[in-house]
């Protein structure tokens, strides 16, 4: 049976820009759209066309520029709104306009100041002003995480009826639990009648450190569009993390029989791209972007991974545009690594005791330095040999 297809929606440039300090200008944001586009991702929401002119510019020279991946504009659920997502997108060979109004009754009642049935009438009305413009369009319900379902349903239906063939249900606040928002998505698809008309999407915050967890919580119960951002950049604390979602799903792809058709290798080099233009530094235990993602620090673990990677690896690093993986030297290294990088240096010793000299001496320097270089190792090995001449 072939897995089905989750589309990915990398919201970097619009979501992943709400982050304090990672504004872009248009130049750089065309940039990152470019490795997005070399990424294969299917969605790139390229921003927010109405929020500034600077947006719109981006948005406008983003769909000029990019052919293989849908460019997006978000709007929120306003004529003015919809019609300058319109005109940015016109240039694009594939665009999209992402309308959203909120459901929660707490936005409702202190944002929006509004009814539940006058949010209902401007979400169908918003989403028939987009199809009038365009074909692809996009609907979320914002902070659905704490909306009623039952409201939820009746929103849902009625703009699937007024024409949008995306349904996103966002976890706005990152307030949401794994099996709850799993659980709200699958009685979403099963409850509104005409949910088969629809993809239905997730959008995922990580105020507690849940984003990437609720996401595929929801593709396990038939989310088929996953939102996300490069390094999981984002307004607060991030958005769901694109790397970790797309690596999940590929590495656990016959548990969750579902794929992407991202081109994984090109992980690293967008992943470093976005945090050199944003000045965000990727923590290095990040992972699999982190440069500490596929080092091995302890002994026991370098010997069994020079022996067999799959011991201590779920994934290749070259599979994301890695080198290779990385056995780091220091105090908790054991003689395998060590003999083992100095053979990649070229230094061979002429007997068992010259080995166990060097990695004697090694050791001790191991314990005062974190991180044992190549150079250090050159130095230590004519130490021993003119120790000994
Ligand atoms: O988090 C959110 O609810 C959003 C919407 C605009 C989709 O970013
Ligand atoms: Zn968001």
């Known amino acids: 049976m072939s897995n089905d297809q989750v589309i990915i929606f990398d919201t970097t440039l619009r979501d ?54 849908t460019v997006c504009s978000l709007s929120r659920a306003l004529p003015k709104d919809i019609d300058a997502a319109a005109q940015a997108l016109k240039p694009a060979a594939q665009g999209r306009i992402h309308t959203f109004i909120a459901t929660s009754p707490l936005h409702m009642k202190h944002k929006l100041c509004m009814t539940p049935d006058q949010v209902l009438e401007q979400a169908i009305a918003s989403v028939k002003q987009a199809r009038n413009l365009i074909d692809d369009v996009e609907f979320s319900c914002e902070d659905a995480g704490r909306s009623d379902i039952d ?41 509104v009648p005409n949910s088969d008309k629809a993809i239905f999407s997730v959008h995922c915050h990580n105020d507690l ?12 119960n038939g989310a088929r569009q996953v939102e996300c951002t490069i ?59 982190g440069a500490n993602a596929f080092a091995h620090e302890s002994g026991i673990h370098q010997d069994g991974v020079l022996k067999n990677r799959e011991t201590y690896e779920i994934m290749k690093a070259e599979d994301v545009g890695w080198n290779t993986n990385r056995l780091t030297l220091g105090k908790l290294s054991g003689r395998s690594a060590f003999k083992s990088r100095m053979e990649e240096l070229g230094i061979t010793f002429a007997d068992r005791d010259e080995l166990t000299e060097a990695f004697n001496r090694f050791k001790i320097l191991a314990d ?13 090995v004519s130490d021993v040999r003119s120790s000994n001449e």
């Open 368 to 380: 005062k330095k974190s991180e044992i270089f190549d150079d250090d190792l050159q130095a230590l």
């Open 231 to 289: 390094n999981g950049l984002g307004e607060r604390a991030g958005n769901a993390s694109l790397e970790e979602i797309v690596m999940a799903i590929r590495t656990r792809q016959d548990d969750l029989n579902v794929e992407t058709g991202i081109n994984t290798q090109h992980i690293v080099p967008t992943s470093r791209l976005v945090s050199g233009i944003t000045g965000f530094p990727v923590q290095p235990n990040k992972a699999i972007v």
């Open 151 to 191: 409201f939820m349903c009746r929103v849902i239906e009625a703009v699937i009826d007024a024409g949008a063939r995306t349904i996103n249900i966002p976890d706005t606040v990152g307030y949401a639990l794994p099996h709850q928002y799993g659980n709200m998505i699958a009685q979403l698809i099963e409850r």
């Open 16 to 69: 992943g820009e709400q982050s304090p300090g990672a504004a872009m200008t248009k130049d750089e944001k065309v940039r990152i759209a470019k490795s997005l586009e070399m990424l294969k991702v299917d969605v790139i929401e390229a921003g927010f066309a109405i929020a500034s002119p600077g947006d719109f510019d981006a948005v406008k020279s983003i769909a000029e520029t990019i052919k293989d991946s």
């Open 209 to 220: 450190g849940l984003a990437v967890a609720n996401s595929l919580s929801a593709v396990v």
